[in-house]
């Protein structure tokens, strides 16, 4: 199973939710790797940092959108998942990466300029639609705070602007401990905030489930 998290948004999440379904799903025992594609390479410097005694994951830098399916197929010989931590702009890597992929992520965060970057992706992505029929996306919902009446807005406001792409269940908050795991090489899961961990096993269990529904998985 191919996933990739992608958005045209710097700093909404996307390689923080590579990196923890990653270690979840290790820790559920597949096979998991990540490509990075991002050239600041967070998630390569991350798994770096992993230490001896954790899951190991595999994390494979691409920055060419050329190599992107080569890799892709490579590694899927190999790992039961691959996951596609995507590039924050609008190149041509992000069509491979909508393309290649089984499932789509794609994290927002309730704030203006992530609305604004959404309606170019959202073209982009109907783009690539015109040459694979149904490419399943979903919205996962960052950084999101349900006591704020402008985020408990924000289903509606997706499902009226982009509603062919449905919103994941499980929301993300803020908190402290994703920005400390990713600078120690570890995920919420290995790390001692039961309400971080929570948050992303339920997020990944839901992807699993849509993965499932589509013949990808079998839980």
């Not at 390689?15 to 597949?30: D, E, K, P, R, T």
């Not at 600041?40 to 899951?55: H, M, N, V, Y």
Request: net charge negative; aromatic share 8%; charged share 25%.
């Amino acid at each position: 199973m191919k996933i990739g998290i992608t958005n045209l948004k710097g700093g909404v999440g996307k390689s923080m939710i590579s990196q923890n379904l990653a270690v979840c799903f290790a820790h559920m025992g597949y096979k998991v790797c990540i490509v990075d594609t991002d050239e600041t390479r967070a998630t390569e410097k991350w798994s770096a940092l992993r230490e001896d005694g954790l899951p190991g994951i595999l994390v494979v830098g691409v920055l060419e959108s050329e190599n992107l399916s080569k890799t892709i197929q490579s590694l899927g010989k190999d790992y039961e998942i691959v996951i596609i931590d995507g590039t924050p702009n609008l190149s041509e890597m992000v069509t491979r990466i909508i393309m290649v992929s089984d499932v789509l992520l794609i994290p927002i965060r309730p704030g203006a300029s992530d609305f604004r970057t959404m309606t170019e992706f959202y073209g982009r992505y109907k783009q690539a639609e015109a040459f694979r029929e149904h490419i399943p996306a979903y919205f996962v919902l960052n950084e999101y705070n349900d006591a704020l009446n402008i985020h408990k807005g924000i289903r509606d406001v997706l499902q009226a602007q982009y509603g062919d792409i449905p919103i994941l269940e499980t929301t993300i908050k803020n908190r402290v401990a994703y920005g400390e795991t990713s600078a120690q090489g570890i995920g919420v899961y290995e790390y001692a905030d039961d309400k971080a961990k929570v948050e992303m096993v339920s997020l990944t269990n839901e992807v699993l489930g849509v993965a499932e529904q589509v013949g990808l998985v079998k839980q």
